[in-house]
Structures are given as structure tokens and as C-alpha cells.
């Protein structure tokens, strides 16, 4: 069976620094890796994901992911954060020969001034 | 308009009672899935589907019944409705397994 783990149910940055949102995933065969965020009250909005090819992938508002196949990590960052990126983010993971989609548990960001 | 809608938003239903939420997409995508948002668990999967008459049970499935005789409706239907099925509801659908999935707004439904 697939999971992913999100280890940190809050990560608290001040706002300008940079931000790391952990994930790791267990999956058999080549993984499909995703992050999602989710404003209150409203759906997941994707950001990023990794299908193949370069490790560091580049996504929405800055955000970027790097992916570590043995380590299997696919970690969200950016380099400076912004207090409009406070939200809730999901890691999620697919088998590329299967049919499940499965999220992590999420991770509250909260960006201070 | 493109997209995908649930329906209804927000409803109350009693202990017992069938209630069914409805997913609608306009892209014609191939993959629906229904997952339950419950604090402390994240999204848990409830059933899937991968095409028009496939479907298949994800992580939490009992007490939820789908179907999918089009490819672009996906309803879920709770046969007998219990207070731990209070949850917000979202729909997603996707193109294929490397494609990003796109969400729905959900749906809250508290079972009182």
C-alpha cells in the first residue's frame, strides 16, 4: 500500500525567511509526486509536482520541491516566505502504474511578519 | 462552465438517512476520485475511479456506496448516514495518472 508522511502538523516561519515543508512517501514503482495547498474554506489548489527528470521542480508563487529517490523526500520550499502563504499543504503520491491518489496528512504554515 | 462542481454545498441530514453528493466535470477526464477532510487525518480516499463503470474502494469505503455510468458524474451516497460521516466531502478528478487532479469547492455535511 502507498502512504505519504508529513511530519510536522505546524511549521512556523517569520516572513522573508525560508520555508521547508517536509514529506516523504512509500510507493511501489516509480513514484508521481504532488503538493497541494488549501485555503480555508475552499478546495486544493495544485502547486507543483514531479513526474520524471530533473529532481528540483519549479512551481506556483515561487514554491519549488526536490525530489530524493533515496531518501524517497519530496520536501516543499522557498526561499523567502510570505505571510499570504500561510495555509494548509499537502503532500500526495501515485503509483505511475496505478490509479490511487493519497495525500498526507498536511501541514499548517503559518508565515508571521 | 469548465470545471467541476459538488452539490450540494452544505447539508444537515439525520442519523439513518440516504443522502448523495453529487460531482460533476466538464473535461471529460478519465480518473474521479472522493476523499473525506477530517481534522488530524488529513484527505483519506473513499473510492476511485479510473473510467466510466470502474471504480474501486480507496482507504476509508464502508458506509459509501458510487457510481459512474458517465464519465463526467461521480456520485457518492451514503446508504444510512451515521455522525462520524460529519466531514467536508471534496471531489477531484484528473486526465491520467501524471496529471495533476483538479478539486472541487466540497461539500460540508454534518449528520446530526
Known amino acids: 500500500a502507498q502512504s505519504v508522511a508529513q511530519p510536522e502538523d505546524q511549521v512556523n516561519v517569520a516572513e522573508g525567511n525560508p520555508l521547508t515543508v517536509k514529506c516523504t512517501y512509500s510507493?511501489?514503482?516509480?513514484?508521481?509526486l504532488f503538493w497541494y495547498v488549501q485555503y480555508p474554506n475552499r478546495g486544493l489548489q495544485f502547486l507543483l509536482k514531479?513526474?520524471?527528470?530533473?529532481?528540483l521542480v519549479k512551481g506556483s508563487y515561487g514554491f519549488e520541491a526536490e525530489f530524493n529517490k533515496s531518501q524517497t523526500s519530496f520536501h516543499l520550499k522557498k526561499p523567502s516566505a510570505l505571510v499570504s502563504d500561510s495555509a494548509l499543504y499537502f503532500c500526495?503520491?501515485?503509483?505511475?502504474?496505478?490509479?490511487?491518489?493519497?495525500f498526507g496528512g498536511g501541514t499548517r504554515l503559518m508565515v508571521k511578519p | 462552465d469548465a470545471g467541476i462542481t459538488q452539490s450540494p454545498r452544505y447539508k444537515i441530514t439525520e442519523t439513518g438517512r440516504q443522502v448523495t453528493l453529487m460531482c460533476h466535470q466538464t473535461?471529460?477526464?478519465?480518473?474521479m476520485f472522493w476523499y473525506r477532510q477530517d481534522l488530524g487525518h488529513g484527505l483519506r480516499l473513499i473510492y476511485y475511479?479510473?473510467?466510466?463503470?470502474?471504480?474501486d474502494k480507496g482507504e476509508v469505503p464502508d458506509g459509501y456506496v458510487v457510481s459512474r455510468s458517465k464519465t463526467e458524474n461521480f456520485p457518492l451516497t451514503l446508504e444510512s448516514a451515521t455522525r462520524s460521516q460529519t466531514s467536508v466531502y471534496f471531489c477531484?478528478?484528473?486526465?491520467?495518472?501524471?496529471?495533476?487532479?483538479?478539486f472541487g469547492q466540497g461539500t460540508r455535511l454534518t449528520v446530526v
Open positions: 475511479s479510473a473510467a466510466a463503470d470502474i471504480t
Open positions: 514531479y513526474i520524471t527528470g530533473d529532481n
Open positions: 500526495a503520491v501515485r503509483d505511475s502504474g496505478g490509479n490511487m491518489l493519497t
Open positions: 510507493v511501489s514503482g516509480n513514484p508521481y
Open positions: 477531484a478528478s484528473s486526465e491520467n495518472p501524471a496529471t495533476e487532479a483538479f
Open positions: 473535461w471529460s477526464h478519465s480518473y
